[in-house]
């Protein structure tokens, strides 16, 4: 499988606390996409980082890209109880389909 | 504009019944999607569509066929349902020149 890799599978935190979260795939890449699921609910995208980029920020969301390391990580600051959800990367292989990690599930208390 | 619906949102089969999952689409979207997401597996494509009367495999496509007859719809077919692939089942579409996939709310789907 050529299925990524996400770490931790799961994260617990206080609201106000910061989340990390690291991604590590196999394929070479044209870009790296995050994405957010709640529980029940389809997927929907958060942040898209090239391959010639190193950082991308958006809102509290910042992405980082490491294409020697086949890494990615999302940092969101000042967690929500309302961020509570399952995140994953998504790589596009330099193909029009994309590869999933496993996700993290990211557990924010009030 | 609905985005992406799938229908059902909820069925169960007995084993080898066959059932259709229909995606529809109303963004005049080329490219349209089908995963299945099983804990701890993330999602795996099944089929994937680049445009209208088009088709290809993605990572799992044993036991399932699919069709793009009108550029908005994407039908999954299970033609005898087993219970390996109680699942639940995403449809996903992006415009061409463009990368991020819109998905719809998904279709649980228990075979017993």
């Known amino acids: 499988s050529q299925q990524g890799e996400e770490d931790p599978q799961a994260l617990s935190i206080q609201e106000g606390e910061n989340a990390t979260m690291n991604c590590s795939y196999k394929t070479s890449i044209n870009n790296l996409q995050w994405y957010r699921q709640n529980s029940g609910r389809g997927l929907v995208h958060l942040i898209l980082i090239r391959s010639n980029e190193r950082e991308k920020h958006s809102g509290r969301l910042r992405v980082t890209l490491d294409t020697s390391k086949k890494s990615s990580s999302l940092l969101i600051t000042a967690s929500r109880a309302a961020d509570t959800a399952s995140y994953f990367c998504a790589t596009d292989g330099n193909t029009d389909k994309l590869i999933f990690g496993t996700g993290t599930r990211l557990q924010v208390f009030p | 504009n609905a985005g992406v619906t799938q229908t059902p949102k909820f069925r169960v089969l007995k084993t080898g019944q066959s059932m259709t999952l229909l995606c529809a689409q109303d963004m005049n979207h080329e490219y349209m999607y089908w995963y299945r997401q099983d804990p701890g597996m993330g999602l795996r494509l099944i089929h994937y569509?680049?445009?209208?009367?088009?088709?290809a495999k993605g990572e799992v496509p044993d036991g399932y066929n699919v069709s793009r007859l009108k550029k908005q719809n994407f039908l999954l077919g299970l033609e005898s349902a087993a219970p390996s692939q109680t699942s639940v089942y995403f449809c996903?579409?992006?415009?061409?020149?463009?990368?991020?996939?819109?998905f719809g709310p998904g279709t649980r789907l228990t075979v017993l």
């Open positions: 569509s680049v445009g209208e009367g088009t088709t």
């Open positions: 996903a579409s992006r415009p061409r020149g463009t990368d991020t996939q819109y």
